[in-house]
Every structure is written in C-alpha cells, then in structure tokens.
C-alpha cells in the first residue's frame, strides 16, 4: 500500500495511506455527475428566458461559478469535495500545516491540465513519491485516505529535525507517552464540529496538570508548543 510521508510543523513525520487511483477516480466521477446533473437542472430552468441577453448572461455566469465547485468544497470542507467524502479520502499538505485557499486554488486550475494529459497525468500519481498529479506537486499537497479512527504516532514516528529549538515549558518533559499521543490525536483530528471544543478542553486539563500558566494566546498554540517541547525532551541527547 502506498504511503505518503507529512512532515508536520511540529517536526513528526505521520505516514498515512495514501489515495489509490480508484479512490480518486470513483470520486472525479462522482463530482462530475453532481456538476453534469447541476448543469442541466440550471439550462432547464433557465431555457425559458433564454431569449433575453442578460438571461443568457446569468446562465453563463452560473455555470462558470458551478465549474468551481471542487474548488470551494475543497475550501470549505477540509479538503473534501462530496466524491472524496464518499469515498474516504481529502487533500493534504505534505508539511502537515492545513492547505490555503491558494493551494487549493492552484489544484483546481491545474486539473484541466491533469485531465488533458490523460495518461502522463496519471503517470504521475502512479509512481511520483507521494502520489501527486500536477496540481499537487504545484501546490505541495496530496491525497490520503482519511483516517476514520483518531490517529496514534507512537514515539519511533518521532523526527526531530530542529536542533536549534528553544524549549518553552521544561514541565512537557513530566508527560507520559499515552498523553502525548492524546495531545497528538487531538490536534490532528479530522472531526471539524468536537475539535475545537476537544483542544480547548484538553488545553486547559495539560495547564492545570503541568502546573503551567499559558504564554500562548490559544489553547491550540499552547497544546502545539507543549508538543513540541516533549519531543525536544524526549529526543534530546545528554
């Protein structure tokens, strides 16, 4: 099974399934019908007025905008268009941080070229490292199968790249490694609508249990920063 090496901010290299051909293929032809099917209902409802310019204007205006559908799915729903939620998979940044509307952007102009190569297209996913069109080695993305279980990164995942790292919270050195991975799950969690309610709450546990006074303005920023100082401890050698 191909995988795909994301080497976070923090300095972890998670290593996650990434995307098979089919996989992307069933989820292109998914959005394409939802885009064909749209297409149609919008000439249907609007041939009636076809004969007024400003008509056929709007028309044109919104199948152009409809074209961008991947696009905003992408933006809008962590990476996934309707065809990649059914069939489990998102885009990735390869660094681990979340992709920006602007490499979701590059993807999306990059795909007409990825299409109109056809085979070398696909070429490229096959054997580039990390399965990458060329929308994604523009762009710095992937794309993985999403992991419908909390991730685990266990100390061997470890990669600490940084040796000029400046420790913030000596007390990170005190945690377990089951309560790093519980700070690792969290932060890298795919569930939009708990996460943020699952990192405020988990910050505020690790404040209380560390006997720390948060520097960092959000409890992410603190849960980050608290993770990069237990690898620093955890790896440092003395």
Do not use: H
């Not at 962590?78 to 940044?93: E, F």
């Not at 102009?109 to 490292?129: A, E, N, R, S, Y």
């Not at 999403?146 to 995942?157: E, K």
Request: charged share 15%.
């Amino acid at each position: 099974m191909a995988q795909t090496s994301i080497i976070t901010g923090q300095y972890v290299c998670i290593r996650q399934p990434a995307a098979t051909v089919m996989q992307r293929f069933v989820a292109f032809l998914i959005d394409s019908a939802i885009i064909w099917f749209a297409s149609l209902s919008i000439a249907a409802i609007m041939s009636p007025f076809f004969s007024s310019e400003p008509a056929i204007a709007f028309y044109l205006i919104l199948q152009m905008a409809l074209l961008m559908y991947p696009f905003a799915m992408e933006v809008f729903n962590n990476g996934q268009s309707v065809g990649k939620m059914a069939v489990g998979i998102k885009v990735a940044k390869l660094d681990g941080s979340k992709p920006s509307i602007g490499s979701y952007l590059l993807r999306w102009l990059l795909l007409l070229v990825d299409l109109l190569m056809g085979v070398v297209g696909l070429t490229f996913i096959i054997f580039t490292k990390n399965s990458q069109r060329l929308g994604d080695l523009a762009a710095g993305t992937t794309v993985v199968k999403v992991n419908r279980q909390n991730p685990s990164i266990s100390f061997y995942d470890l990669y600490y790249t940084n040796p000029n790292y400046q420790p913030t919270y000596p007390e990170a050195a005190n945690l377990s490694m089951r309560q790093f991975n519980l700070i690792a799950r969290t932060l890298y969690s795919t569930n939009n609508k708990m996460r943020e309610i699952d990192i405020n709450m988990l910050g505020n546990k690790v404040k209380n249990f560390l006997s720390v006074n948060p520097k960092e303005g959000t409890a992410e920023d603190f849960l980050t920063t608290i993770f990069n100082d237990f690898q620093y401890y955890t790896t440092k050698v003395v």
